[in-house]
C-alpha cells in the first residue's frame, strides 16, 4: 500500500513538472518586456521611448501574460500527456477537448440559471467568483480545475484507450472511446464545481468581517489567506473586497465618498494629511512580492546541488525580478507549491506575518508589488507620511527570514525544489555517455527483462524511466554495457541515469520496442 501511494505520488509529482517546465524560459521574457516598458529605465535611456520598442515591448509582457493567465489550460493538456503510457498526443487532445466541454458545461449552467455575473468596468469579473477563460464565462476555479480535470483525463485515458471493438462499433476502439468517456465525465465535473466551488469561495468570503474585526491578527490572516489560496484562485476573495469595496474603509472627501482601500490611498496621495490611513494596510499584499521572493529565489539558488547553481541561479533570477518588478509570482510558486506543500504553508505564514508587523511597526507605506514604483513613490510622499525607511529595514529582514527558514526546511526535509530534483543531477562525464548503437539499446531492453516485460517507457531531464511487470528480472550488469552513470531501482520502477541526451536515448529505445 505504502510503495502504491508513494509511486502514484511521484507520478503526479513528475505530470506538474510537465506543464511548468516552461515557465522559467517565460520568466526570462517577461523581464525584458519588463524593463523594456519601465518608466524609470526609459528616463535614464530615452531611446527605449521610441515606440516600435514601447510596442515590442508590450507585446513580449502580454504574451507572456497570456500564458500565465491561462496556466489552467496549460495543466488540463499536459498533465494528460505526462500521465499517458500510450499515444501522449492523443491525451493531450482529448484533455483540451476535455476542458472545452468542461467550460461549455459551466457557462451553460450559469447562463441556464440566471447566474452570469455583470463585469465592472474596473475590476472586470475579478472578486465575482467567475472568470472568463478561453473566451467562455465560468466558475473560477482559477489551475485547480485545470490540474484536477488533467488528473482524471490520464487516468482515464490509461483505463480506456486500449479497449477495443469488433464490427461496426471497431471505429469507436482506442483513444476514441477515451473521447467519449472523457466527454460525459468533464461534463459531469462541469455541473459538480458549478454546485460544489461556489460554497468554498462563499467560506471564503465570510471570513472577510473576521479579517476586519480582529485588527492585527486579522491583517495577518489577511496575508496568509491571500498566499495560501493562490493555488486555487480563491485569493481573489480575499483581497478583492478590502481594496475595492467599502470593507477597505470609508473616506469622506467634501461632497464625495470614497470606498476600498484602493481608492482611500489614491486620493489621500495628494491630500495634506500627516500620515496614510489604516485602509493602506489591506495594499500590502504585495509586500512579499517585492522582497519576500527574493529570498526564496535565493534559498533556490543556495540549496540547489552544487553542478546545477548556474542552472538554477539562471532560471531563478529572472523569475524573482518578475516577482519584484512586475507583481507576477506564479511562475515562483508552482515551483514548489506541488512539490513542497509545507513550504507554501510556511510562506503564507510569513507573508501574513510581516503586514501585521507593518501596522505593529507604524508603517504606512505604499506596497504596491513593484518595488521601483514603490520606491518612487513613498520617498516622494515622504518619510513623515509613510515610514518607508522602516519598511525598507523590514522588506531586508523578511528576505533573510525567508532565505534562513526556507533553505533549513529544504534541507531538513530533502524537498526537491529547483536544483535539487533526482533527475537534475547530470555531469559532463554522463553528458559524453553517448548512445549510438543497436547493441547498446538491446543491451538496455535485455538488462530490463526483455520487450515483454516493460510496460512504459519515460523521461525526465536526465533519466530514462522505466516501469517493469517482474523486477526480478532486471540484470544491472546487461543494463551496465551500456555507459551509464547509474541504476536507481524503487520496486517495478527502474531509473537510468544517462544526462541531458536521455530523450534520445528514450526515443531509440521506443523506436526498438515498436520495430521488434
Not at 335 to 357: D, K, Q, Y
Not at 404 to 411: G, M, N, Q
Request: charge should be neutral; include cysteine; charged fraction near 15%.
Amino acid at each position: 500500500m505504502k510503495e502504491k501511494l508513494l509511486g502514484g505520488l511521484e507520478t503526479f509529482a513528475k505530470a506538474m513538472v510537465q506543464p511548468l517546465m516552461y515557465l522559467s524560459s517565460a520568466g526570462i521574457l517577461m523581464v525584458i518586456g519588463v524593463l523594456l516598458t519601465n518608466d524609470i529605465l526609459t528616463g535614464v535611456i530615452p531611446f527605449l521611448k521610441w515606440e516600435p520598442i514601447q510596442i515590442f515591448g508590450d507585446l513580449i509582457y502580454n504574451c507572456v501574460m497570456a500564458i500565465i493567465n491561462n496556466l489552467s489550460v496549460i495543466f488540463a493538456i499536459g498533465i494528460p500527456a505526462a500521465l499517458a503510457k500510450k499515444e501522449k498526443h492523443k491525451a493531450a487532445l482529448i484533455g483540451f477537448m476535455s476542458y472545452f466541454i468542461y467550460l461549455t458545461t459551466s457557462n451553460t449552467i450559469l447562463t441556464a440559471l440566471e447566474q452570469l455575473a455583470e463585469p465592472s468596468k474596473m475590476l472586470g469579473l475579478i472578486g465575482t467568483g467567475q472568470a472568463t477563460i478561453l473566451g467562455i464565462q465560468v466558475v473560477d476555479t482559477s489551475v485547480f480545475g485545470g490540474i484536477i480535470l488533467g488528473c482524471i483525463t490520464g487516468y482515464i485515458f490509461n483505463r480506456t484507450s486500449q479497449k477495443t471493438f469488433k464490427g461496426a462499433l471497431q471505429i469507436y476502439s482506442g483513444a476514441n472511446f477515451s473521447f467519449i468517456c472523457m466527454f460525459f465525465v468533464a461534463i459531469l465535473f462541469g455541473v459538480a464545481m458549478n454546485y460544489v466551488w461556489p460554497l468554498a469561495q462563499q467560506g471564503i468570503a465570510s471570513l472577510a468581517n473576521v479579517i476586519k474585526n480582529t485588527g492585527t491578527f486579522g491583517l495577518f490572516l489577511y496575508g496568509f489567506l491571500e498566499r495560501i489560496l493562490v493555488p486555487t484562485g480563491l485569493h481573489h476573495l480575499i483581497y478583492t473586497p478590502f481594496q475595492f469595496s467599502d470593507l477597505g474603509g470609508v473616506l469622506q472627501v467634501g461632497s464625495e465618498t470614497v470606498a476600498g482601500a484602493y481608492a482611500i490611498v489614491m486620493t489621500e496621495m495628494n491630500m495634506p494629511i500627516e500620515r496614510f490611513s489604516e485602509s493602506i494596510y489591506y495594499m500590502a499584499t504585495g509586500f512579499t512580492k517585492m522582497f519576500g521572493y527574493i529570498g526564496i529565489g535565493a534559498a533556490f539558488i543556495h540549496t540547489a546541488h552544487k553542478h546545477n547553481k548556474k542552472k538554477v541561479r539562471a532560471a531563478i533570477i529572472p523569475l524573482i525580478v518578475t516577482a519584484a518588478l512586475a507583481s507576477v509570482t506564479e511562475p515562483l510558486d508552482f515551483m514548489f507549491v506541488f512539490c513542497a506543500p509545507l513550504l507554501f504553508v510556511v510562506h503564507s505564514v510569513i507573508s501574513g506575518l510581516f503586514i501585521a508587523l507593518l501596522k505593529i511597526f507604524d508603517v504606512t507605506a505604499f506596497c504596491g508589488g513593484n518595488l521601483l514604483v514603490s520606491i518612487i513613490m513613498n520617498t516622494t510622499v515622504g518619510a513623515a507620511k509613510t515610514n518607508w525607511p522602516v519598511m525598507m529595514i523590514l522588506g531586508i529582514v523578511q528576505i533573510l527570514v525567508y532565505f534562513i527558514v526556507f533553505s533549513f526546511l529544504i534541507k531538513k526535509f530533502n524537498f526537491k525544489t529547483p536544483g535539487r530534483e533526482d533527475e537534475e543531477i547530470a555531469t559532463d562525464k554522463e553528458q559524453s555517455n553517448k548512445i549510438n548503437s543497436d547493441t547498446n539499446i538491446e543491451n538496455i531492453i535485455n538488462g530490463l527483462g526483455g520487450k515483454e516485460n516493460i510496460n512504459t517507457v519515460e523521461n525526465c531531464i536526465t533519466r530514462l524511466r522505466v516501469n517493469v511487470k517482474d523486477e526480478s528480472l532486471i540484470n544491472e550488469d546487461t543494463i551496465n554495457l551500456t555507459p551509464n552513470s547509474g541504476i536507481v531501482r524503487k520496486g517495478k520502477n527502474i531509473q537510468i541515469i544517462f544526462g541531458l541526451h536521455v530523450p534520445d536515448v528514450r526515443r531509440s529505445v521506443a523506436d526498438y520496442l515498436e520495430a521488434y
